[in-house]
């Protein structure tokens, strides 16, 4: 762990500590964000049979010592081959941590790809960073290989390469262009035109969906499934989004056709809480 001048070994503890508390707050505040169509919230298991709110509060807080040591190890470094093994070496530890808490349900694996990367980011760049330089720093992490990673493919992977989509490889090797260009600036002009902090995250969360191949619903609900994500996403925001009226009525109908389907959009849920990580870091 390497110190810039005026910072000490114990700022980069608390900073750690900081990252990793946050992250795992955002986890369950995405769990617990309801209404959201297909997903685990707080009126019950969305699309799910194996999955349930305590399991996914439950598998958050056993992800809180993995965001930590991510942070810790990648505290002012450069992204390079030595870090991007670290960072992954330290997420399959911490999926093996999150199975264990669940056990065996996959509750998290694309939140620790994501969130991981970030945490990792925002250490790399110390306290202050915007969500731009974050995002750069996770990018660049994400193009480098980790010849330690499994080489099976799972379930998303195979999505994309059988619909020829991008995935969350692409996602976090391109910036996270679903958080910075779509679901940040909707939260925040959400919350600009007055809407409750809860319907503001539900709009973030249907600005991702208006665009992104999830490849929990491509695996789930094939083409036809996406296609039904996205539009019932882009009416929901059409309508005036989750503090009108209309809007409640678009996204009530999207539940619906979520559950018809048994379809659940858990990239985009990855990915809100991403969101809501660099809305909480770097609201200073």
Not at 39 to 57: C, F, I, K, P, T
Not at 117 to 134: E, F, N, P, R, Y
Not at 161 to 178: K, W
Not at 278 to 284: A, C, G, N
Request: hydrophobic content about 45%.
């Amino acid at each position: 762990m390497r110190l810039q001048p005026g910072f000490s070994a114990t700022d980069a503890e608390q900073y750690a500590e900081r990252l990793a508390r946050v992250a795992t707050d955002c986890l369950i505040a995405e769990a617990r964000l309801s209404p959201k169509p297909g997903l685990v919230d707080a009126r019950g298991n969305g699309a799910h049979q194996d999955l349930s709110l305590a399991l996914m509060e439950r598998s958050a807080h056993s992800l809180t010592p993995t965001f930590c040591q991510l942070a810790l190890h990648s505290w002012q470094r450069r992204a390079d081959i030595a870090l991007r093994q670290q960072v992954g070496k330290l997420g399959r530890e911490g999926e093996a941590s999150m199975m264990a808490a669940t056990n065996g349900v996959n509750t998290h694996r694309g939140a620790i790809w994501a969130l991981g990367l970030l945490v990792s980011a925002a250490a790399m760049q110390g306290d202050s960073a915007s969500a731009v330089l974050i995002t750069d720093s996770a990018a660049r992490l994400a193009q480098l290989p980790d010849e330690a990673a499994p080489k099976s493919f799972s379930k998303g992977l195979r999505a994309t390469q059988r619909y020829q989509l991008p995935g969350a490889r692409e996602e976090a090797q391109q910036r996270f262009p679903h958080v910075m260009q779509l679901a940040l600036p909707q939260l925040h002009r959400s919350r600009q035109q007055g809407a409750s902090e809860a319907a503001a995250q539900l709009d973030a969360l249907m600005a991702i969906m208006t665009s992104l191949s999830d490849t929990c619903v491509l695996s789930r609900a094939g083409l036809a499934g996406l296609q039904a994500m996205q539009q019932g996403a882009k009416a929901v925001l059409i309508a005036g989004g989750c503090a009108q009226p209309a809007g409640r009525a678009a996204l009530a109908r999207l539940d619906s056709q979520m559950l018809a389907l048994n379809a659940s959009p858990g990239g985009a849920a990855d990915l809100l809480a991403a969101t809501l990580f660099l809305d909480r870091i770097t609201e200073h």
